[in-house]
Protein backbone atom coordinates (compact mmCIF):
# COMPACT_ATOMS: atom_id res chain seq x y z
CA UNK A 1 0.00 0.00 0.00
CA UNK A 2 1.42 3.35 -0.93
CA UNK A 3 2.29 5.77 1.98
CA UNK A 4 -0.26 8.55 1.40
CA UNK A 5 2.70 10.98 3.24
CA UNK A 6 4.95 10.02 1.13
CA UNK A 7 3.19 10.19 -1.96
CA UNK A 8 2.10 14.30 -1.17
CA UNK A 9 5.38 14.95 -0.70
CA UNK A 10 6.44 13.37 -4.00
CA UNK A 11 3.66 15.11 -5.40
CA UNK A 12 4.64 18.74 -4.33
CA UNK A 13 7.82 18.79 -6.29
CA UNK A 14 5.31 17.79 -9.78
CA UNK A 15 3.32 20.59 -8.60
CA UNK A 16 6.03 23.11 -8.67
CA UNK A 17 6.90 21.82 -12.20
CA UNK A 18 3.09 22.37 -12.82
CA UNK A 19 3.32 18.72 -14.35
CA UNK A 20 -0.48 18.40 -13.95
CA UNK A 21 -1.06 15.38 -15.98
CA UNK A 22 1.46 13.59 -14.30
CA UNK A 23 -0.28 14.34 -10.69
CA UNK A 24 -3.33 13.30 -12.14
CA UNK A 25 -1.91 9.59 -13.59
CA UNK A 26 -0.17 8.99 -9.79
CA UNK A 27 -3.07 9.70 -7.77
CA UNK A 28 -5.65 7.87 -9.98
CA UNK A 29 -3.30 4.97 -10.00
CA UNK A 30 -1.72 4.85 -7.01
CA UNK A 31 -4.62 5.13 -4.53
CA UNK A 32 -7.97 4.53 -4.68
CA UNK A 33 -10.92 7.22 -4.57
CA UNK A 34 -11.67 5.60 -0.62
CA UNK A 35 -8.02 6.01 1.15
CA UNK A 36 -7.25 9.73 -0.21
CA UNK A 37 -6.94 12.74 2.10
CA UNK A 38 -8.30 16.27 1.33
CA UNK A 39 -4.45 17.14 0.40
CA UNK A 40 -4.70 14.79 -2.28
CA UNK A 41 -7.97 15.57 -3.36
CA UNK A 42 -6.80 19.64 -3.80
CA UNK A 43 -3.96 18.10 -5.71
CA UNK A 44 -5.83 16.31 -7.92
CA UNK A 45 -8.95 18.63 -8.70
CA UNK A 46 -6.38 22.01 -9.19
CA UNK A 47 -4.53 20.14 -11.79
CA UNK A 48 -7.96 18.64 -13.57
CA UNK A 49 -8.43 22.68 -13.44
CA UNK A 50 -4.75 23.64 -14.69
CA UNK A 51 -4.21 20.85 -16.69
CA UNK A 52 -5.62 23.30 -20.29
CA UNK A 53 -5.88 26.83 -20.70
CA UNK A 54 -9.22 26.77 -22.29
CA UNK A 55 -11.22 25.32 -19.12
CA UNK A 56 -13.18 22.42 -20.15
CA UNK A 57 -16.49 21.65 -18.63
CA UNK A 58 -16.40 18.00 -17.98
CA UNK A 59 -12.51 18.45 -16.23
CA UNK A 60 -13.93 21.56 -14.20
CA UNK A 61 -16.76 19.19 -12.86
CA UNK A 62 -14.81 16.01 -12.13
CA UNK A 63 -12.67 19.10 -9.85
CA UNK A 64 -15.82 20.43 -8.27
CA UNK A 65 -16.10 16.71 -7.38
CA UNK A 66 -12.85 16.24 -5.95
CA UNK A 67 -12.67 19.40 -4.01
CA UNK A 68 -16.31 18.20 -2.76
CA UNK A 69 -14.92 14.76 -1.61
CA UNK A 70 -11.64 16.55 0.06
CA UNK A 71 -13.76 18.96 2.19
CA UNK A 72 -16.75 16.73 3.25
CA UNK A 73 -13.47 14.27 4.36
CA UNK A 74 -12.15 16.29 6.56
CA UNK A 75 -14.48 19.28 7.41
CA UNK A 76 -11.93 21.00 9.79
CA UNK A 77 -8.38 20.57 8.90
CA UNK A 78 -6.64 23.03 6.82
CA UNK A 79 -6.10 20.57 3.49
CA UNK A 80 -10.31 20.20 4.47
CA UNK A 81 -10.79 23.97 4.37
CA UNK A 82 -8.70 24.95 1.67
CA UNK A 83 -10.90 21.79 -0.49
CA UNK A 84 -14.21 24.10 0.44
CA UNK A 85 -12.19 27.46 -0.95
CA UNK A 86 -11.75 25.66 -4.33
CA UNK A 87 -14.76 23.66 -4.23
CA UNK A 88 -16.79 27.49 -3.95
CA UNK A 89 -14.44 29.03 -6.76
CA UNK A 90 -14.34 25.84 -8.95
CA UNK A 91 -18.00 26.01 -8.61
CA UNK A 92 -18.55 29.24 -9.55
CA UNK A 93 -16.77 28.51 -13.20
CA UNK A 94 -18.70 25.87 -13.81
CA UNK A 95 -22.17 27.86 -13.46
CA UNK A 96 -20.83 29.54 -16.42
CA UNK A 97 -20.75 26.97 -18.65
CA UNK A 98 -24.22 26.01 -20.41
CA UNK A 99 -26.72 23.68 -18.62
CA UNK A 100 -24.33 23.65 -15.37
CA UNK A 101 -26.17 22.43 -12.32
CA UNK A 102 -24.85 23.86 -9.76
CA UNK A 103 -26.11 24.23 -6.37
CA UNK A 104 -25.11 27.66 -4.88
CA UNK A 105 -27.69 26.83 -1.85
CA UNK A 106 -25.15 24.14 -0.89
CA UNK A 107 -22.51 26.14 -1.38
CA UNK A 108 -23.47 28.47 1.12
CA UNK A 109 -24.97 26.08 3.66
CA UNK A 110 -20.91 24.97 3.68
CA UNK A 111 -19.77 28.16 4.12
CA UNK A 112 -22.19 28.86 7.17
CA UNK A 113 -21.34 25.48 8.68
CA UNK A 114 -17.57 26.20 8.59
CA UNK A 115 -15.39 27.05 11.39
CA UNK A 116 -15.86 30.86 12.11
CA UNK A 117 -11.92 31.62 11.75
CA UNK A 118 -11.93 29.92 8.90
CA UNK A 119 -15.15 32.15 7.75
CA UNK A 120 -13.42 35.41 8.47
CA UNK A 121 -9.83 34.44 5.74
CA UNK A 122 -9.99 36.36 3.01
CA UNK A 123 -9.34 33.52 0.44
CA UNK A 124 -12.70 31.91 0.89
CA UNK A 125 -14.75 35.62 1.13
CA UNK A 126 -13.63 36.28 -2.27
CA UNK A 127 -14.61 32.58 -3.29
CA UNK A 128 -17.94 33.33 -1.96
CA UNK A 129 -18.09 36.87 -3.96
CA UNK A 130 -17.49 35.37 -7.24
CA UNK A 131 -21.00 33.21 -6.03
CA UNK A 132 -23.26 35.97 -5.46
CA UNK A 133 -21.74 37.84 -8.25
CA UNK A 134 -23.47 35.34 -10.61
CA UNK A 135 -26.44 35.55 -8.81
CA UNK A 136 -26.45 39.21 -8.64
CA UNK A 137 -26.68 39.69 -5.38
CA UNK A 138 -25.43 42.49 -3.77
CA UNK A 139 -26.33 42.08 -0.12
CA UNK A 140 -23.83 39.22 -0.37
CA UNK A 141 -21.09 40.54 -2.32
CA UNK A 142 -20.91 43.75 0.23
CA UNK A 143 -21.33 40.98 3.34
CA UNK A 144 -18.57 39.24 2.28
CA UNK A 145 -16.11 42.25 1.06
CA UNK A 146 -16.80 43.43 4.52
CA UNK A 147 -15.41 40.52 6.26
CA UNK A 148 -12.54 41.18 4.04
CA UNK A 149 -12.01 44.64 4.80
CA UNK A 150 -12.32 44.28 8.44
CA UNK A 151 -9.87 41.62 8.84
CA UNK A 152 -7.69 43.59 7.48
CA UNK A 153 -6.10 41.30 4.38
CA UNK A 154 -7.31 43.16 1.56
CA UNK A 155 -5.72 44.58 -1.66
CA UNK A 156 -6.99 47.95 -3.27
CA UNK A 157 -9.20 46.15 -5.90
CA UNK A 158 -10.98 44.37 -2.75
CA UNK A 159 -11.70 47.83 -1.94
CA UNK A 160 -13.08 49.27 -5.05
CA UNK A 161 -15.37 46.11 -5.41
CA UNK A 162 -16.74 47.14 -1.96
CA UNK A 163 -17.05 50.80 -3.35
CA UNK A 164 -18.55 49.84 -6.25
CA UNK A 165 -20.83 47.33 -4.82
CA UNK A 166 -22.43 49.88 -2.47
CA UNK A 167 -23.42 51.91 -5.47
CA UNK A 168 -26.71 49.05 -5.72
CA UNK A 169 -27.34 49.94 -1.80
CA UNK A 170 -30.08 52.86 -1.25
CA UNK A 171 -29.21 52.64 2.68
CA UNK A 172 -26.07 54.19 1.39
CA UNK A 173 -25.77 58.20 1.49
CA UNK A 174 -23.33 60.40 -0.30
CA UNK A 175 -21.31 61.33 3.06
CA UNK A 176 -20.90 57.57 3.43
CA UNK A 177 -19.27 56.97 -0.27
CA UNK A 178 -17.21 60.42 0.36
CA UNK A 179 -15.80 58.75 3.79
CA UNK A 180 -15.27 55.69 2.40
CA UNK A 181 -13.33 57.30 -0.74
CA UNK A 182 -10.89 58.72 2.08
CA UNK A 183 -10.42 55.30 3.55
CA UNK A 184 -9.62 54.02 0.45
CA UNK A 185 -7.27 56.74 -0.77
CA UNK A 186 -5.20 56.23 2.80
CA UNK A 187 -4.78 52.79 1.61
CA UNK A 188 -3.20 53.26 -1.86
CA UNK A 189 0.47 53.06 -2.48
CA UNK A 190 2.40 55.57 -3.03
CA UNK A 191 5.60 55.80 -5.27
CA UNK A 192 9.05 57.32 -3.98
CA UNK A 193 10.05 60.23 -6.05
CA UNK A 194 13.39 58.24 -7.25
CA UNK A 195 11.35 55.55 -8.29
CA UNK A 196 9.18 57.66 -11.03
CA UNK A 197 9.77 59.69 -14.00
CA UNK A 198 9.89 63.30 -13.18
CA UNK A 199 6.30 65.04 -14.22
CA UNK A 200 7.82 67.39 -17.39
CA UNK A 201 7.05 71.30 -17.09
CA UNK A 202 7.29 71.18 -20.78
CA UNK A 203 4.61 72.77 -23.13
CA UNK A 204 3.12 70.49 -25.73
CA UNK A 205 2.49 71.70 -29.60
CA UNK A 206 -1.42 70.15 -28.51
CA UNK A 207 -3.44 69.83 -25.99
CA UNK A 208 -2.43 66.11 -25.42
CA UNK A 209 -5.20 64.28 -23.72
CA UNK A 210 -4.77 60.56 -22.18
CA UNK A 211 -7.73 58.28 -21.72
CA UNK A 212 -7.13 55.55 -19.51
CA UNK A 213 -9.47 52.24 -19.73
CA UNK A 214 -10.27 48.47 -19.76
CA UNK A 215 -12.98 48.27 -21.82
CA UNK A 216 -12.63 48.95 -25.46
CA UNK A 217 -13.37 45.32 -26.32
CA UNK A 218 -16.68 43.38 -26.94
CA UNK A 219 -18.69 46.17 -28.16
CA UNK A 220 -18.98 47.16 -24.43
CA UNK A 221 -21.10 50.00 -23.54
CA UNK A 222 -18.29 52.70 -23.14
CA UNK A 223 -17.08 52.70 -26.14
CA UNK A 224 -20.71 53.78 -27.69
CA UNK A 225 -20.44 57.17 -25.29
CA UNK A 226 -16.43 57.23 -26.08
CA UNK A 227 -17.15 57.81 -29.67
CA UNK A 228 -19.05 61.00 -29.09
CA UNK A 229 -15.88 62.48 -28.41
CA UNK A 230 -13.45 60.89 -30.69
CA UNK A 231 -15.84 61.21 -33.70
CA UNK A 232 -15.36 64.58 -33.00
CA UNK A 233 -12.23 66.66 -31.90
CA UNK A 234 -10.19 69.11 -33.38
CA UNK A 235 -7.22 67.54 -34.41
CA UNK A 236 -4.82 70.55 -34.95
CA UNK A 237 -5.57 71.44 -31.29
CA UNK A 238 -5.47 68.37 -29.49
CA UNK A 239 -3.83 65.10 -29.30
CA UNK A 240 -5.21 61.95 -27.39
CA UNK A 241 -3.21 59.01 -26.61
CA UNK A 242 -5.66 55.83 -25.39
CA UNK A 243 -4.33 54.08 -23.01
CA UNK A 244 -5.62 50.32 -22.58
CA UNK A 245 -5.26 47.95 -19.76
CA UNK A 246 -6.46 45.06 -21.41
CA UNK A 247 -4.89 41.78 -22.37
CA UNK A 248 -7.73 40.79 -24.91
CA UNK A 249 -8.01 43.26 -27.88
CA UNK A 250 -10.52 42.58 -30.58
CA UNK A 251 -12.09 44.28 -33.54
CA UNK A 252 -13.86 46.94 -31.46
CA UNK A 253 -10.10 47.32 -30.11
CA UNK A 254 -9.05 48.13 -33.61
CA UNK A 255 -12.37 50.41 -34.63
CA UNK A 256 -11.85 52.84 -31.67
CA UNK A 257 -7.97 52.72 -31.95
CA UNK A 258 -8.33 54.34 -35.62
CA UNK A 259 -10.09 57.63 -33.79
CA UNK A 260 -7.27 58.54 -31.79
CA UNK A 261 -3.51 59.79 -32.28
CA UNK A 262 -1.72 56.64 -30.46
CA UNK A 263 -2.87 53.31 -28.45
CA UNK A 264 -0.57 51.90 -25.77
CA UNK A 265 -1.08 49.17 -23.88
CA UNK A 266 -0.51 48.87 -20.13
CA UNK A 267 -2.08 46.08 -19.28
CA UNK A 268 0.68 43.26 -19.25
CA UNK A 269 2.45 46.08 -17.38
CA UNK A 270 3.30 46.06 -12.95
CA UNK A 271 1.32 49.39 -11.82
CA UNK A 272 5.17 51.39 -11.52
CA UNK A 273 6.30 50.49 -15.19
CA UNK A 274 2.69 51.50 -16.41
CA UNK A 275 2.92 54.73 -14.29
CA UNK A 276 6.41 55.50 -15.87
CA UNK A 277 5.27 54.78 -19.74
CA UNK A 278 2.30 57.12 -19.22
CA UNK A 279 4.37 60.13 -17.49
CA UNK A 280 6.72 59.88 -20.26
CA UNK A 281 3.86 61.01 -22.68
CA UNK A 282 3.57 64.60 -20.67
CA UNK A 283 0.11 64.48 -20.75
CA UNK A 284 -1.97 67.99 -19.93
CA UNK A 285 -4.87 65.62 -18.86
CA UNK A 286 -5.35 61.85 -17.89
CA UNK A 287 -8.88 61.40 -18.18
CA UNK A 288 -10.08 57.62 -16.15
CA UNK A 289 -13.09 56.27 -17.48
CA UNK A 290 -13.21 53.22 -14.91
CA UNK A 291 -13.32 54.11 -11.49
CA UNK A 292 -13.98 51.96 -9.08
CA UNK A 293 -15.01 49.06 -11.80
CA UNK A 294 -13.76 46.91 -14.17
CA UNK A 295 -10.09 45.89 -14.41
CA UNK A 296 -8.85 49.81 -13.00
CA UNK A 297 -5.26 51.30 -11.92
CA UNK A 298 -6.73 53.33 -9.70
CA UNK A 299 -3.54 53.59 -7.51
CA UNK A 300 -2.08 55.19 -10.68
CA UNK A 301 -3.93 58.56 -10.24
CA UNK A 302 -2.96 58.67 -6.70
CA UNK A 303 0.45 59.11 -7.73
CA UNK A 304 0.14 61.36 -10.77
CA UNK A 305 0.26 60.58 -14.37
CA UNK A 306 -1.03 63.74 -15.61
CA UNK A 307 -0.61 67.70 -15.21
CA UNK A 308 -3.84 67.24 -14.50
CA UNK A 309 -6.75 64.44 -13.84
CA UNK A 310 -10.43 63.98 -13.78
CA UNK A 311 -12.75 61.16 -14.36
CA UNK A 312 -15.39 60.80 -16.19
CA UNK A 313 -18.46 58.31 -17.53
CA UNK A 314 -17.62 54.80 -16.15
CA UNK A 315 -17.65 55.28 -12.98
CA UNK A 316 -20.40 58.27 -11.77
CA UNK A 317 -19.40 59.16 -8.28
CA UNK A 318 -16.51 60.53 -6.58
CA UNK A 319 -12.74 58.28 -5.63
CA UNK A 320 -12.01 59.94 -3.09
CA UNK A 321 -8.21 59.83 -4.42
CA UNK A 322 -5.96 62.53 -3.99
CA UNK A 323 -4.76 64.12 -7.11
CA UNK A 324 -8.33 63.07 -9.05
CA UNK A 325 -8.65 66.88 -9.43
CA UNK A 326 -12.36 66.58 -11.46
CA UNK A 327 -15.42 64.90 -11.64
CA UNK A 328 -17.21 65.90 -15.04
CA UNK A 329 -20.60 66.09 -14.15
CA UNK A 330 -23.56 67.93 -15.02
CA UNK A 331 -26.24 70.57 -13.13
CA UNK A 332 -28.85 67.98 -12.92
CA UNK A 333 -26.53 65.45 -10.80
CA UNK A 334 -24.48 67.15 -8.36
CA UNK A 335 -26.39 70.08 -6.95
CA UNK A 336 -23.86 73.48 -5.75
CA UNK A 337 -24.69 72.71 -2.11
CA UNK A 338 -23.65 68.74 -3.30
CA UNK A 339 -20.23 69.50 -3.87
CA UNK A 340 -18.31 69.48 -0.83
CA UNK A 341 -19.70 65.73 -0.70
CA UNK A 342 -17.36 64.76 -3.59
CA UNK A 343 -13.50 65.01 -3.54
CA UNK A 344 -12.64 66.40 -6.88
CA UNK A 345 -13.57 69.52 -8.37
CA UNK A 346 -16.66 69.21 -9.72
CA UNK A 347 -16.62 70.59 -13.71
CA UNK A 348 -20.45 71.17 -14.86
CA UNK A 349 -20.78 70.38 -18.86
CA UNK A 350 -23.75 72.51 -19.95
CA UNK A 351 -26.29 69.92 -20.86
CA UNK A 352 -25.84 66.43 -19.97
CA UNK A 353 -22.67 64.49 -18.92
CA UNK A 354 -23.08 61.78 -21.24
CA UNK A 355 -23.89 61.39 -25.30
CA UNK A 356 -24.63 58.47 -26.82
CA UNK A 357 -22.78 57.69 -30.78
CA UNK A 358 -26.11 56.00 -31.76
CA UNK A 359 -26.33 53.24 -33.87
CA UNK A 360 -25.70 52.90 -37.61
CA UNK A 361 -29.16 52.39 -39.00
CA UNK A 362 -32.44 54.55 -39.87
CA UNK A 363 -34.39 54.92 -37.03
CA UNK A 364 -38.37 53.82 -37.79
CA UNK A 365 -40.98 54.74 -35.72
CA UNK A 366 -42.78 51.51 -33.97
CA UNK A 367 -46.21 51.04 -33.16
CA UNK A 368 -46.87 50.64 -29.61
CA UNK A 369 -46.96 46.85 -28.73
CA UNK A 370 -49.98 47.46 -26.83
CA UNK A 371 -51.95 48.24 -29.65
CA UNK A 372 -51.51 44.92 -31.40
CA UNK A 373 -51.65 42.98 -27.55
CA UNK A 374 -54.38 44.78 -26.53
CA UNK A 375 -52.10 44.86 -22.67
CA UNK A 376 -49.58 47.28 -22.01
CA UNK A 377 -45.53 45.70 -21.67
CA UNK A 378 -43.16 47.07 -19.36
CA UNK A 379 -39.22 46.03 -19.74
CA UNK A 380 -36.34 46.13 -18.00
CA UNK A 381 -32.98 45.17 -19.87
CA UNK A 382 -30.69 46.30 -16.78
CA UNK A 383 -28.77 44.32 -15.08
CA UNK A 384 -30.34 42.15 -12.67
CA UNK A 385 -27.79 43.62 -9.45
CA UNK A 386 -29.52 46.95 -10.14
CA UNK A 387 -32.58 44.75 -9.36
CA UNK A 388 -33.05 44.95 -5.75
CA UNK A 389 -36.35 43.84 -3.76
CA UNK A 390 -37.47 47.56 -3.87
CA UNK A 391 -37.49 47.84 -7.35
CA UNK A 392 -39.35 43.86 -7.61
CA UNK A 393 -41.75 45.26 -5.12
CA UNK A 394 -42.59 48.11 -7.24
CA UNK A 395 -42.94 46.36 -10.15
CA UNK A 396 -45.04 43.90 -8.44
CA UNK A 397 -47.65 46.19 -7.56
CA UNK A 398 -47.42 47.67 -11.25
CA UNK A 399 -48.51 44.27 -12.71
CA UNK A 400 -50.91 43.19 -10.27
CA UNK A 401 -53.09 46.58 -10.47
CA UNK A 402 -52.73 46.64 -14.74
CA UNK A 403 -54.76 43.43 -16.00
CA UNK A 404 -53.20 41.15 -18.43
CA UNK A 405 -49.83 43.25 -18.22
CA UNK A 406 -47.04 42.01 -18.59
CA UNK A 407 -42.83 42.42 -17.83
CA UNK A 408 -39.71 41.61 -20.38
CA UNK A 409 -36.53 40.86 -18.45
CA UNK A 410 -33.50 40.80 -20.30
CA UNK A 411 -30.15 39.62 -18.81
CA UNK A 412 -26.82 40.17 -20.96
CA UNK A 413 -25.08 36.67 -19.27
CA UNK A 414 -26.27 33.32 -18.47
CA UNK A 415 -29.56 32.01 -17.05
CA UNK A 416 -28.13 31.60 -13.63
CA UNK A 417 -28.10 35.52 -13.38
CA UNK A 418 -31.84 35.78 -13.35
CA UNK A 419 -32.35 32.72 -10.54
CA UNK A 420 -33.24 35.48 -7.85
CA UNK A 421 -35.13 37.73 -9.58
CA UNK A 422 -37.67 34.48 -10.62
CA UNK A 423 -37.77 33.58 -7.21
CA UNK A 424 -38.29 37.63 -5.77
CA UNK A 425 -41.32 37.48 -8.53
CA UNK A 426 -42.89 33.94 -7.39
CA UNK A 427 -43.24 35.06 -4.05
CA UNK A 428 -45.02 38.47 -5.13
CA UNK A 429 -47.18 36.15 -7.18
CA UNK A 430 -46.37 37.59 -10.49
CA UNK A 431 -43.98 35.39 -12.09
CA UNK A 432 -46.49 33.99 -14.68
CA UNK A 433 -46.42 38.39 -16.35
CA UNK A 434 -42.83 38.31 -16.27
CA UNK A 435 -40.78 36.87 -19.52
CA UNK A 436 -37.24 36.46 -19.46
CA UNK A 437 -34.83 36.65 -21.78
CA UNK A 438 -31.24 36.05 -21.47
CA UNK A 439 -28.28 36.70 -23.72
CA UNK A 440 -29.15 38.54 -27.51
CA UNK A 441 -25.43 38.67 -28.80
CA UNK A 442 -26.14 40.61 -32.20
CA UNK A 443 -26.57 44.38 -31.57
CA UNK A 444 -29.70 44.14 -34.01
CA UNK A 445 -31.29 42.19 -32.27
CA UNK A 446 -31.07 43.45 -28.71
CA UNK A 447 -32.17 46.96 -29.66
CA UNK A 448 -35.23 45.00 -31.62
CA UNK A 449 -36.74 43.41 -28.52
CA UNK A 450 -37.12 46.96 -27.26
CA UNK A 451 -39.81 46.90 -30.29
CA UNK A 452 -41.96 44.68 -27.83
CA UNK A 453 -41.91 47.07 -24.96
CA UNK A 454 -44.37 50.04 -24.54
CA UNK A 455 -42.25 51.60 -21.76
CA UNK A 456 -39.10 50.68 -19.84
CA UNK A 457 -38.83 51.06 -16.36
CA UNK A 458 -35.54 52.53 -14.94
CA UNK A 459 -33.86 50.55 -11.58
CA UNK A 460 -32.85 52.30 -8.40
CA UNK A 461 -30.78 53.75 -6.72
CA UNK A 462 -28.37 52.49 -9.69
CA UNK A 463 -29.96 53.51 -12.70
CA UNK A 464 -29.54 52.35 -16.09
CA UNK A 465 -27.43 54.76 -18.45
CA UNK A 466 -27.02 52.19 -21.77
CA UNK A 467 -30.00 51.15 -21.72
CA UNK A 468 -31.81 53.98 -20.92
CA UNK A 469 -30.54 55.38 -23.83
CA UNK A 470 -31.09 52.50 -25.83
CA UNK A 471 -34.64 52.13 -25.22
CA UNK A 472 -35.09 56.29 -26.01
CA UNK A 473 -33.14 55.60 -29.18
CA UNK A 474 -35.82 53.11 -29.87
CA UNK A 475 -38.90 55.14 -29.49
CA UNK A 476 -39.49 53.91 -25.84
CA UNK A 477 -39.96 55.88 -22.82
CA UNK A 478 -38.25 55.14 -19.70
CA UNK A 479 -39.67 55.82 -16.57
CA UNK A 480 -37.43 56.80 -13.57
CA UNK A 481 -37.20 57.20 -10.24
CA UNK A 482 -35.65 60.96 -9.07
CA UNK A 483 -32.06 59.98 -6.51
CA UNK A 484 -29.70 62.02 -4.26
CA UNK A 485 -26.29 61.56 -5.74
CA UNK A 486 -24.43 61.11 -9.22
CA UNK A 487 -25.58 57.85 -9.57
CA UNK A 488 -28.79 57.65 -8.47
CA UNK A 489 -29.53 60.93 -10.78
CA UNK A 490 -28.35 59.73 -13.77
CA UNK A 491 -32.30 58.28 -14.91
CA UNK A 492 -33.37 62.10 -13.87
CA UNK A 493 -31.04 63.95 -16.01
CA UNK A 494 -31.60 61.82 -19.19
CA UNK A 495 -35.18 62.48 -19.00
CA UNK A 496 -34.65 66.38 -17.85
CA UNK A 497 -32.64 66.56 -21.10
CA UNK A 498 -35.88 64.75 -22.91
CA UNK A 499 -38.09 67.54 -21.58
CA UNK A 500 -39.32 64.50 -20.00
CA UNK A 501 -39.94 65.47 -16.13
CA UNK A 502 -43.50 63.46 -16.24
CA UNK A 503 -41.59 60.20 -16.48
CA UNK A 504 -39.40 61.34 -13.05
CA UNK A 505 -41.13 59.86 -9.88
CA UNK A 506 -39.91 61.05 -6.66
CA UNK A 507 -40.66 58.31 -4.60
CA UNK A 508 -42.28 54.81 -4.90
CA UNK A 509 -45.58 55.44 -4.66
CA UNK A 510 -45.15 58.19 -7.32
CA UNK A 511 -43.29 55.60 -9.90
CA UNK A 512 -46.39 52.87 -9.22
CA UNK A 513 -49.09 55.44 -9.72
CA UNK A 514 -47.26 57.04 -13.32
CA UNK A 515 -47.04 53.46 -14.25
CA UNK A 516 -51.19 52.61 -14.02
CA UNK A 517 -51.87 56.44 -15.12
CA UNK A 518 -49.80 56.36 -18.22
CA UNK A 519 -51.75 52.27 -19.21
CA UNK A 520 -55.26 54.26 -18.58
CA UNK A 521 -54.69 57.58 -20.24
CA UNK A 522 -53.00 56.27 -23.74
CA UNK A 523 -53.76 59.31 -24.96
CA UNK A 524 -51.07 61.20 -23.29
CA UNK A 525 -48.71 57.37 -23.31
CA UNK A 526 -48.92 58.00 -27.05
CA UNK A 527 -48.26 61.98 -27.00
CA UNK A 528 -45.34 61.17 -24.69
CA UNK A 529 -43.89 58.20 -27.05
CA UNK A 530 -44.64 60.44 -29.95
CA UNK A 531 -42.33 62.97 -28.21
CA UNK A 532 -39.85 60.96 -27.51
CA UNK A 533 -39.25 59.41 -31.15
CA UNK A 534 -39.09 63.13 -32.88
CA UNK A 535 -37.30 64.94 -30.70
CA UNK A 536 -34.78 62.27 -29.06
CA UNK A 537 -32.26 62.20 -31.60
CA UNK A 538 -31.68 65.95 -31.69
CA UNK A 539 -30.99 66.45 -27.82
CA UNK A 540 -28.54 66.27 -25.97
CA UNK A 541 -28.47 62.94 -25.68
CA UNK A 542 -27.37 61.99 -28.89
CA UNK A 543 -26.31 65.14 -30.54
CA UNK A 544 -22.84 64.54 -30.86
CA UNK A 545 -21.58 67.97 -32.05
CA UNK A 546 -22.77 69.84 -29.62
CA UNK A 547 -21.38 67.15 -26.56
CA UNK A 548 -18.44 67.30 -28.44
CA UNK A 549 -17.88 70.94 -28.53
CA UNK A 550 -19.31 71.34 -24.63
CA UNK A 551 -16.59 68.32 -23.74
CA UNK A 552 -13.34 70.16 -24.93
CA UNK A 553 -14.27 73.53 -24.06
CA UNK A 554 -14.49 71.83 -20.69
CA UNK A 555 -10.96 70.22 -21.27
CA UNK A 556 -9.49 73.45 -21.70
CA UNK A 557 -11.35 75.16 -18.68
CA UNK A 558 -9.46 72.23 -16.43
CA UNK A 559 -6.13 72.82 -18.54
CA UNK A 560 -6.06 76.54 -18.14
Request: glycine share 4%; with cysteine; aromatic share 12%.
Amino acid sequence: MVSIQNLEFELQELFEKQNYSKIISEITSKTKENERNAGLFVLLGISRISLNKNKNKNEVNIAVSDFKKGYLKEKESVNGLNALTNFVISSAILSDFENSDVDFDEIISFYKKSPQFFQDKRPINIAMTMVYKRLNDYKGMLFHLEKIIKSNDFIVQDLCNYGYWRCFDKNWSQPDFFEFGKFLNDNLNEYTQDEVVKLSNKKNKKIKIGILSSDIKDAHSVTYFLKTILLNYDKEKFEIVLFLNQIHEDITTNEISCLVDKVINVGKLNDLKAFNTIREFNLEIMIDIMGYTSRNRIELFKNRMAKKQAIWMGYCNTTGVKNMDYIITDPNLIYENEKNLYSEEVIYLPEIWNCHSGFNFKRKENLPPIIKNNFITFGSFNNPAKMNETVIDCWANILKNIKNSKLIIKCANKKRKLDRIEKLFKTRGVLDSVIFYTRIDKVEDHLNLYKEIDIALDTFPYNGVTTSFEAIWMGVPVLTMAGYNFNSRCGESINKNLNMEYLIAQNEDEYVTKALELNSDLDKYYEIRKKIFKNSENSALFNRDSFSKNFFKAIEKIIN
